[in-house]
């Protein structure tokens, strides 16, 4: 058992997991944020009639759509955020051994 935590702990898979768990755990309640709190916002300042994720530029017969990936960046940003800040705050980087 002790060489196995020894493994998990030199090869940075705490880190990982965490991440992943964490990740996980929180995306249900950050795409709600950025759905039902940013985008309206964000879309009444840019003109996108308070849904961004509809936004989009026409050119000829395509379809840009900037507010779809505008919304997968900050969905992305927060997600980010919270998990690092998770880590930081629950001290979960002092799992992994330094070499």
Excluded: H
Aim: aromatic letters at 10%.
């Amino acid at each position: 058992m002790k060489g196995f935590i020894e493994f998990i702990r030199e090869q940075g898979v705490m880190g990982l997991a965490v991440g992943f768990i964490l990740g996980g755990a929180v995306s249900k309640v950050v795409a709600s944020l950025v759905t039902d709190l940013i985008n309206p916002i964000l879309g009444l300042i840019l003109g996108a009639t308070g849904n961004l994720d509809k936004a989009y530029l026409s050119l000829g017969k395509s379809k840009i759509m900037w507010g779809s990936f505008l919304n997968a960046t900050i969905d992305f940003i927060v997600i980010a955020l919270v998990v690092y800040f998770g880590v930081k705050l629950l001290k979960l980087d002092r799992l992994d051994k330094k070499k």
